[in-house]
């Protein structure tokens, strides 16, 4: 059985997700210093909440981040946990970890804030944590922001609103996600699957 964590910045309702990997085969600790981090196979940082405080709760962590980045521990981030990754994000001042090139910009405001609903994914590339995925599978958002690498061939998959919203980034062990696979039934168990798979090498 692969133990992995999800890191808790204080925002609450990560129930889901512990649940849905518990159902997935998965040990799951709920922490809140990245310290400990040697103990699991992979991280997980959930998708609620807000920038600032979510970044703030992370301070004492940082570097710790960036050393499982580099030593290669699958990370996966969910939504804001996602959105952290970039240089920095519109909905806060405070500079986002800046694993990754790119911004966090707000969704055009033709479209009603926060976006809430299920719409489908158009795959770009092949993607380790979309193996199984099919074409125009359908999962489930809950977001005001959506990314801007400055890399495009981290997208893995997109969703169309009318817009382009990156749906899907990878690099390497760094897996994100702009819904939320916990709540995307068997879809999103799939993609629970492979990150846990990755966590197992």
Not at 94 to 113: H, M, R, T
Not at 156 to 182: R, W
Request: charged share 25%; proline share 4%.
């Amino acid at each position: 059985m692969v133990k992995v964590a999800i890191f808790d910045y204080g925002a609450g309702n990560i129930f889901s997700l512990k649940s849905s990997l518990e159902k997935n085969e998965a040990e799951v600790d709920i922490i809140t210093d990245l310290k400990k981090i040697k103990n699991y196979s992979g991280l997980l940082l959930p998708g609620v909440g807000n920038f600032d405080p979510a970044i703030k709760s992370l301070d004492t962590s940082k570097i710790a981040f960036h050393d499982l980045v580099k030593n290669q521990v699958p990370v996966l981030g969910i939504c804001l946990g996602m959105e952290m990754f970039f240089e920095r994000s519109e909905e806060g001042k405070l500079g986002g970890l800046g694993i990754l090139d790119g911004e966090v910009i707000l969704l055009p405001n033709k479209f009603k804030i926060p976006h809430m609903g299920w719409n489908d994914l158009q795959i770009k590339q092949s993607s380790v944590l979309l193996e199984g995925v099919k074409e125009g599978s359908w999962v489930y958002f809950v977001h005001s922001y959506r990314v801007k690498p400055k890399n495009d061939g981290i997208i893995k998959a997109d969703s169309d609103y009318g817009i382009s919203v990156p749906a899907v980034i990878e690099n390497q062990t760094l897996f994100g996600t702009q819904f939320h696979p916990e709540k995307s039934g068997k879809v999103g168990s799939i993609m629970i699957k492979n990150f846990l798979r990755v966590c197992k090498k």
